[in-house]
Structures are given as structure tokens and as C-alpha cells.
């Protein structure tokens, strides 16, 4: 999904936009097997009970909630999570019900540093930090292909290629 053009300001277009590293989403796939597979189990096991009607109603209650809890929930999570780089700012949403964003002028923008671990690189992503001068540096983890990110930040923030 792009960017909304109406957030935009004047001549800023989007350089880059990018939701986080599809890694954040193994964990929430494989609970969700589990959770599957063990009320399963339970609702097999709770077949030969003669309460079984309310074991079944415990089991779905309960493997529902997980689901929802552990599984829903980091999927939304990450769909609704956004690293735009426009030719003016890098801005950062995230949220459902209560967004919240962190936007970085590029004029601003001090240096830009990315490290990724050995299990990044093989899937082809890693940190971006971003320091502005104002606190700690920012640190965006999983964003996915984060040297070419990194490399289009550095150009934006000298598009002329003249030093500063």
C-alpha cells in the first residue's frame, strides 16, 4: 500500500516505503500452528469426556484468545507499521487503534549508520540508525534491504553529491 500523496508537502514525493522484514511474522505463524495443534489435541482428548460439550467450549474459547493474543495481533502490528523515506523526511507510523509517528527532516539528519547480524544478511535485512543531533540515535529495526535504504538516505541527504 503507498504512502497517502495527501500527507505529502509541495514537491516531496516518496523515495522509499516499506513495511517491516517479513521475519517478525515466523514467530506469529508457527504459535499459531501450535495453538492449533495442541486444541486439537485438547478437544480430542476432551471428546471422551461426558462433559465434553463444555470442554469443546473451553477449548475453542481459549484457542481463539491465543490466537487473537499471540498471533493476530503481531500480524496487524506489522501490517500497520510504516518506514517512508520521501525526498524531504524519513517518518515512522505505526498503530491500529492509537497511531503514533516519528518524523526526521532530512536537513536535519546528522549521520546514518546500518548494521544487520550474520542472520540478517542472509535474509536481507537489518538496523537503520539515524542520528539528528537531539538525544540517542534512532535505531529502525528490520527494515528490509537496509543498505540500499541506507544508501538512498545518504543520496537524499546530499542529492548533489557536493560534500557538506
Not at 495527501?6 to 516518496?14: A, I, K
Not at 503514533?100 to 538496523?127: E, K
Not at 540515535?137 to 537524499?156: G, K, M, N, T, Y
Request: aromatic residues 10%.
Amino acid at each position: 500500500m503507498p504512502y497517502p500523496d495527501g500527507l505529502l508537502q509541495g514537491d516531496e514525493r516518496v523515495v522509499v516505503h516499506k513495511h517491516p522484514h517479513w521475519k517478525m511474522l515466523v514467530r506469529p505463524v508457527l504459535t499459531f500452528l501450535i495453538i492449533v495443534g495442541l486444541s486439537c489435541y485438547a478437544a480430542g482428548w476432551v471428546a471422551g469426556q461426558s462433559w465434553r460439550l463444555y470442554g469443546w467450549v473451553a477449548v475453542a474459547v481459549l484457542g481463539g484468545l491465543g490466537v487473537l493474543w499471540l498471533t493476530v495481533t503481531p500480524l496487524l502490528r506489522w501490517g500497520t507499521r510504516h518506514f517512508v523515506l520521501t525526498t524531504r523526511r524519513v517518518l515512522i507510523r505505526e498503530g491500529v487503534l492509537s497511531r503514533t509517528g516519528i518524523d526526521i527532516p532530512i536537513n536535519r539528519i546528522n549521520s546514518v549508520q546500518f548494521r544487520h547480524s550474520f542472520l540478517d544478511r542472509i535474509l536481507g535485512c537489518g538496523t537503520l540508525i539515524v542520528e539528528s543531533g537531539v538525544d540517542e540515535p534512532l535505531e529502525f529495526d528490520d527494515i528490509p534491504q537496509v543498505e540500499r535504504v541506507h544508501s538512498l538516505l545518504c543520496f537524499e541527504m546530499n542529492p548533489g553529491g557536493v560534500p557538506t
